[in-house]
Structures are given as structure tokens and as C-alpha cells.
């Protein structure tokens, strides 16, 4: 009995000086920034790298609209150095807890107050999309890194390096969504959505919004029996072959779609508002614009 109890001993005294051989600098010890959504934290933690410790609440494949915080994820987004939100009412469940954040006096950065914003197609409301045009997402990239290498103290010329690695990057991935979107004929550069996603892009490269199944930017809202008439009809004038789908949504509503349009129309799911899990194609941003261009070329050029 007495040789366990010694053996239980040296496995907790050994636990004990292994964790604290672990503690080092963590990532406690570093200023900590907050990223609501899965994009913008991708792009924030490619251009911290170590230097700065950042939680992103947003989980893969989650639709932006709808999900919320823990009241775990509301405190440490309160004790953040930095909060990075879009700001263009896109994060509907977790606005209030940001609001709460800036209100304690936390340091915010609001990407939609760098963006050339631009209006919904049905509506007046703004469109927080920006990011499906990556020269937009530069706009943010400019504003944000100088904030990231204040932040990171002695880091502070690798995080504005790793920046403005991540703007060539950008640039690149505007000149192939260039070229790929600019092969596919104008009659057949058209898109239809299951929501509005796309603005930012179709005003980029030239590209027609024929419509979405629900109105508006949020996925909180239900189609009307006359949206669907309507879009059935927008698909039918166009001879759309291909409609596409938020991957992070049920294809459901869109198949029902290419049923009602009594045609051959395939349903195609993209990543538009949040990453793939990690380890997929589209798990960061720059590889999501990239599948989405793919997706989009394969399936109006069918």
C-alpha cells in the first residue's frame, strides 16, 4: 500500500515538473485577440504567427448569422487586448457581446469600417460580404496589420513581413479569380444563391447576381412562395445550368429549386461564409477563394 502511495507520489511530483517545464512563455503570457468569425481569424492568425495568442469563437463550417458565445467565450472576449469583428451586421448572435467588449474599453477593430461597402441587391441594408472580393480583403489587411505589430512588441517587423507576404498572396488570388471568371462567357457568367454572398465579387470581376432563394443577407429569413416563383423564372430566362449552395447550409431548398425549374440544373456547394474543417479543401481563406473559383468556373462552363 505504501509502495502505491509513493508511486502515486513521483507520478504527480513528475506531473508537476513537467507542466511547469511547459509553462515557458504561454499563450496567456501574450497580448490576446479575439476574432469572431472563422475568416477573419485565419487571416489574423496567419499574420500574428506566434507572436500573439488569438481565439477565434467561430466554429468550422458554422453559419456566421446564427452562432453564439458561451459565457466563457463572452468573458475572454472581454478580458481581449483586441476584438476583430466584421462589423457590418453580419454576426448576428454575438454583436451584443462585442458592443459589451468595446463598452468595458477593449481596443476594437471593425473590418466593414475599411471596406468599400456596397448595398444588397433587394434592400438598403449593407452588405457584410466583403471578403468574396480579395481586394477588399486587402483594404482590411492594410488597417489591421499595423494594429497586430503594435500589439506584438519584439514581433512587430515579423508581423508586418508576414503581411505583406499575405497581400502578394492576395493579389495573386485576385488575378487568377480575374482570369477564371473572365473565360466563362458573359451570358453564362451568372450566379443564383441560396442567400446574397456574392456582391462584392460579381461587382469585382463583372459577374451577374440572376438572384438568391432567400431575400436579403441573413440566413435567419424564409423565402416567400413568391421569391422561389421568382427566382424559378430569373433561372428559366438564363438557362442557368448550375445553382450553388452555402456549404455550411442544407442543399435542400436549392435542389427543390432546380426541380421547380424543370431542367437539367445542378446544385454546387461553396464555401462563402466560413472556412471547411481543418485538413479539407477551403480551410483557410486563401485556399477557400480558390475552390470557390474552381467550383464556380467548373459549374458555369458545364
Same mark, same amino acid.
Given at each position: $500500500?505504501?509502495?502505491?502511495?509513493r508511486?502515486? &507520489?513521483?507520478?504527480?511530483?513528475? /506531473?508537476?515538473?513537467?507542466?511547469?517545464?511547459?509553462?515557458?512563455?504561454?499563450?496567456?503570457?501574450?497580448? !490576446?485577440?479575439?476574432?469572431?468569425?472563422?475568416?477573419?481569424?485565419?487571416?489574423?492568425?496567419?499574420?500574428?504567427?506566434?507572436?500573439?495568442?488569438?481565439?477565434?469563437?467561430?466554429?468550422?463550417?458554422?453559419?456566421?448569422?446564427?452562432?453564439?458565445?458561451?459565457?466563457?467565450?463572452?468573458?475572454?472576449?472581454?478580458?481581449?487586448? +483586441?476584438?476583430?469583428?466584421? &462589423?457590418?451586421?453580419?454576426?448576428?448572435?454575438?454583436?451584443?457581446?462585442?458592443?459589451?467588449?468595446? &463598452?468595458?474599453?477593449?481596443?476594437?477593430?471593425?473590418?466593414?469600417?475599411h471596406?468599400?461597402?456596397?448595398?444588397?441587391?433587394?434592400?438598403?441594408?449593407?452588405?457584410?460580404?466583403?471578403?468574396?472580393? =480579395?481586394?477588399?480583403t486587402?483594404?482590411?489587411? #492594410?488597417?489591421?496589420? =499595423? $494594429?497586430?505589430?503594435?500589439?506584438?512588441?519584439?514581433?512587430?517587423?515579423?508581423?508586418?513581413?508576414?503581411?505583406?507576404?499575405?497581400?502578394?498572396? +492576395?493579389?495573386?488570388?485576385?488575378?487568377? +479569380?480575374?482570369?477564371?471568371?473572365?473565360?466563362?462567357?458573359?451570358?453564362?457568367?451568372?450566379?443564383?444563391?441560396?442567400?446574397?454572398?456574392?456582391?462584392?465579387?460579381?461587382?469585382?470581376?463583372?459577374?451577374? *447576381?440572376?438572384?438568391?432563394?432567400?431575400?436579403?443577407?441573413?440566413?435567419?429569413?424564409?423565402?416567400?412562395?413568391?421569391?422561389?416563383?421568382?427566382l424559378?423564372?430569373? *433561372?428559366?430566362?438564363?438557362?442557368?445550368?448550375? *445553382?450553388?449552395?452555402? /456549404?455550411?447550409?442544407?442543399?435542400?431548398? $436549392?435542389?427543390?429549386?432546380?426541380?421547380?425549374?424543370?431542367?437539367?440544373? !445542378?446544385?454546387v =456547394?461553396?464555401?462563402?461564409? /466560413?472556412?471547411?474543417?481543418d &485538413?479539407? =479543401?477551403? #480551410?483557410?481563406?486563401? #485556399?477557400? $477563394?480558390?475552390?470557390?473559383?474552381?467550383?464556380?468556373?467548373?459549374?458555369?462552363?458545364?
Amino acid at each position: $500500500m505504501r509502495r502505491a502511495a509513493r508511486s502515486l &507520489g513521483v507520478v504527480a511530483a513528475v /506531473s508537476s515538473v513537467l507542466a511547469l517545464a511547459g509553462c515557458g512563455p504561454a499563450a496567456s503570457d501574450r497580448p !490576446s485577440v479575439v476574432v469572431t468569425t472563422n475568416i477573419l481569424g485565419d487571416i489574423v492568425e496567419t499574420i500574428a504567427g506566434d507572436h500573439l495568442d488569438v481565439v477565434t469563437f467561430m466554429p468550422r463550417d458554422a453559419d456566421p448569422h446564427s452562432f453564439e458565445l458561451s459565457a466563457q467565450d463572452a468573458a475572454a472576449l472581454r478580458a481581449a487586448d +483586441l476584438v476583430v469583428s466584421n &462589423g457590418l451586421g453580419l454576426e448576428e448572435g454575438v454583436q451584443h457581446h462585442v458592443d459589451a467588449s468595446a &463598452g468595458d474599453g477593449v481596443a476594437q477593430f471593425v473590418a466593414g469600417d475599411h471596406v468599400e461597402t456596397l448595398e444588397y441587391l433587394d434592400s438598403d441594408a449593407v452588405d457584410p460580404h466583403f471578403w468574396t472580393d =480579395p481586394t477588399q480583403t486587402a483594404r482590411v489587411v #492594410d488597417a489591421l496589420a =499595423p $494594429m497586430l505589430a503594435e500589439l506584438s512588441g519584439d514581433g512587430a517587423q515579423r508581423v508586418t513581413d508576414a503581411a505583406d507576404a499575405y497581400l502578394a498572396e +492576395l493579389e495573386t488570388v485576385d488575378a487568377d +479569380l480575374a482570369a477564371g471568371l473572365g473565360s466563362i462567357p458573359a451570358e453564362h457568367r451568372a450566379l443564383v444563391t441560396n442567400h446574397h454572398v456574392f456582391g462584392y465579387l460579381a461587382r469585382r470581376y463583372d459577374v451577374r *447576381i440572376l438572384g438568391a432563394a432567400v431575400p436579403g443577407g441573413t440566413t435567419l429569413a424564409a423565402p416567400s412562395a413568391s421569391d422561389l416563383q421568382e427566382l424559378v423564372a430569373a *433561372i428559366d430566362e438564363a438557362g442557368v445550368r448550375t *445553382i450553388f449552395a452555402d /456549404s455550411s447550409q442544407p442543399d435542400r431548398l $436549392m435542389r427543390v429549386l432546380a426541380d421547380e425549374a424543370g431542367r437539367d440544373v !445542378s446544385v454546387v =456547394p461553396l464555401l462563402t461564409e /466560413s472556412l471547411a474543417p481543418d &485538413g479539407q =479543401p477551403g #480551410d483557410t481563406y486563401l #485556399d477557400m $477563394m480558390r475552390q470557390n473559383l474552381q467550383r464556380i468556373t467548373d459549374g458555369l462552363t458545364r
